[in-house]
């Protein structure tokens, strides 16, 4: 498959925007996802080429928020999540693209579904679990959502937090933190078998990742309150035309 100017102007200012609007609040791959199979690139290189760019822009944000990590649990978390995302992509590799594309309509939906809700998640302080509790529930957490980032993953950043914080008890600021080196990490996973098994679409991909990083960069200075209001139509607006699309089967 040849890098055309039609591919270009679809993917590479919706990959942009999804940098954005993950840096922001999560959910970037909402739109980036969805902008490869746009482009008409085929569901399983589509999931492998969206890994290349969002796991350049995804280490921008990591290193933004480093100094926020809880570094003991993040890198169990991480090691967790790297093991899940290379099964989820080795599962993705067997599954029919039909079944990919149809997994489009359930799985988009409730992954917006909790990004418009992310703003519940700032509540007052609970209380704390010990911390081998921490670790016992924070460990699976990661291999099972590494699995589906492996396998699919938009929504996956957002799905950490909200588990993080909700099942381990973990601040948002350390939750959100930790979530960026974990996705990253599961983003790497699923990107090293993908590559192996020549499923990236390079002449695609690197263009896009440096939008995608040029999002993240961006979205960075960003005040997530405003973000927010850019965020919730952007989604609605990518997910209406995806179902559209999905549903007349072109």
């Known amino acids: 498959m040849e890098v ?20 922001i609040g999560g959910g970037g791959g909402l739109i980036s996802l969805p902008a490869y199979l746009f482009a008409g690139i085929p569901p399983h290189m589509a999931i492998a080429t969206n ?27 991480v090691i967790c999540s790297l093991a899940g995302s290379a099964a989820g992509s080795s599962l993705a590799l067997t599954a029919s693209e039909a079944l990919i594309q149809f997994m489009l309509l359930p799985v988009l939906p409730v992954a ?38 492996g396998f699919y993953g938009p929504g996956t950043g957002t799905f950490l937090i909200l588990l993080y914080t909700s099942l381990a008890k973990l601040d948002l ?29 390079f002449g695609l991909g690197l263009p ?18 405003n973000g927010t209001r ?14 559209l699309k999905v549903l007349i089967g072109e």
Not at 11 to 22: N, Q
């Open 173 to 201: 600021l350390t939750a959100s933190a930790n979530t960026k080196a974990v996705n990253l990490a599961s983003n790497i996973g699923a990107l090293a078998v993908f590559i192996l098994n020549g499923k990236v679409f």
């Open 230 to 243: 850019i965020v919730k139509p952007v989604i609605l607006t990518v997910l209406a035309i995806l179902f």
């Open 112 to 149: 917006a579904y909790y990004v418009l809700r992310k703003k519940d998640l700032n509540q007052p302080k609970q209380e704390k679990l010990s911390r081998q509790k921490t670790f016992l529930i924070s460990m699976p957490v990661s291999f099972l959502v590494g699995i589906y980032d």
């Open 51 to 77: 890994k290349l760019s969002s796991s350049l822009g995804t280490t921008i944000s990591a290193a933004r928020l480093f100094k926020y990590m809880d570094l003991p649990l993040a890198g169990a978390c």
């Open 4 to 23: 055309t100017l039609h591919m270009l102007l679809i993917i590479c200012p919706l990959v942009f925007l999804a940098g954005l609007v993950d840096s």
């Open 208 to 225: 896009a990742a440096l939008f995608c990083i040029a999002g993240h960069y961006l979205g960075a200075g960003m005040v997530v309150k």
